[in-house]
């Protein structure tokens, strides 16, 4: 197999990852992944993540036809965490808000799941990274702003740290594209395990 001619097959629908996967600067096509989002209640945070990224990545597999299995498919999700408690993305504006009261003025994790799958050979590599946020203490006027804002609806913890949410963040511990939703130093080492160096 020439490794130079692989090309990354992207499973998601997330414009953000689409946008960190473009950085590589490697070829990449997306194909949504309708997988199954749904988890057990007991599962520790990096089991979510890994087991949903995993999902992605093979229901795309799954999809593909014969001549269409040449690539590296990605698979990722994100969530956060704060004491414990699950946050994944609002319902509504009102739910956003609560979830920004929860946050303001102390740290939470967010964990972000990895999984590449070979298409040629169906081999699977999976993993995580988590990284500290600390948000700093916000009024109740700059929670309900920032929520009627809209950026936070469709992501993990009501808030984007890439958008007019980095106003909220008073420091992280650990990868910053992790949190964004898909950790690019993670997701480069999973590559090069498959052959493909970026740099
Ligand atoms: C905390 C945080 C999350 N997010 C995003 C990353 C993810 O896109 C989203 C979490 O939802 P996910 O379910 O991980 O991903 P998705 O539904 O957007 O896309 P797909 O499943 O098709 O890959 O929240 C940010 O963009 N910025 C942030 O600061």
Known sequence: MNTAARHLILASTSPRRRELVASLNIPFEVIP?????????AWKPEKIVTEL????????????????????????????????YILGKPADQQEAAEMLRSLQGRSHEVYSGVACV????????????????????????????????????????AYAIQGLGATLVAGIEGCYFNVVGLPLSLLGEMLEAFGINIL
């Open 33 to 41: 992944s309708l997988a199954d989002e749904h988890y057990e209640a």
């Open 53 to 84: 990224a995993e999902r992605k990545a093979e229901a795309v597999y799954h999809t593909l036809e014969e001549e269409q299995r040449t690539g590296i498919i990605v698979g990722s999700d994100t969530i956060v965490v704060r004491d414990g």
């Open 118 to 157: 070979d298409s040629v050979t169906g081999k699977s590599l999976v993993d995580y990274r988590k990284t500290i946020v600390w948000m700093r203490e916000c009024s109740e006027t700059e929670v309900l702003a920032y929520a009627a804002s809209g950026e936070g609806l469709d992501k993990a913890g």
